[in-house]
C-alpha cells in the first residue's frame, strides 16, 4: 500500500519560511515522479513543483520560481519544498503526489496516481 507522509506545515508571518517533507512508502519509486500541488479555499489545486525520484530534474510553477524549491535527499528517500518569502495569498493545503506511468515530469494533477493527506500552510500579514 503506498503512502504519502507530509509534514511541515504550519503558521508564518510574511517573509518567513517553511519545508515541507513528503515521505513515500509502499514502493520501489524507481522512475517515478514527486510532486507538490497546493489548494486554496475556493480554488482550484495547483502545481507547485515536481521531481523525479532520482532527482535527475525538476520542475517549478514559473509564479513559484525563485521562491519555492523542491529537492531530495536520496539518503532520506523524501522530497521537501522549501519556501521562502511566504505570502499570504500562498496559504493552502499542499499535497505531495507521486506520477509512475511516466518518464517526463507532469504539471497535470490528474496524471499523478498517489496522494498524501495534505499539510495546511498558513501565512499571515
Known amino acids: 500500500q503506498v503512502q504519502l507522509v507530509e509534514s511541515g506545515g504550519g503558521s508564518v508571518q510574511a517573509g518567513g519560511s517553511l519545508r515541507l517533507s513528503c515521505a513515500p512508502s509502499?514502493?520501489?519509486?524507481?522512475?517515478?515522479?514527486m510532486g507538490w500541488f497546493r489548494q486554496a479555499p475556493g480554488k482550484e489545486r495547483e502545481f507547485v513543483a515536481a521531481i523525479k525520484w532520482s532527482g535527475s530534474s525538476t520542475m517549478h510553477a514559473d509564479s513559484l520560481k525563485g521562491r519555492f524549491t523542491i529537492s531530495k535527499d536520496n539518503a532520506k528517500d523524501t522530497v521537501y519544498l522549501q519556501m521562502n518569502s511566504l505570502k499570504p495569498e500562498d496559504t493552502a493545503v499542499y499535497y505531495c503526489?507521486?506520477?509512475?506511468?511516466?518518464?517526463?515530469?507532469?504539471?497535470?494533477?490528474?496524471?499523478?496516481?498517489?496522494w498524501g493527506q495534505g499539510t495546511q500552510v498558513t501565512v499571515s500579514s
Open positions: 503526489a507521486a506520477e509512475t506511468r511516466r518518464t517526463w515530469l507532469t504539471q497535470n494533477q490528474y496524471d499523478y496516481d498517489y
Open positions: 509502499g514502493r520501489t519509486f524507481g522512475r517515478d515522479g
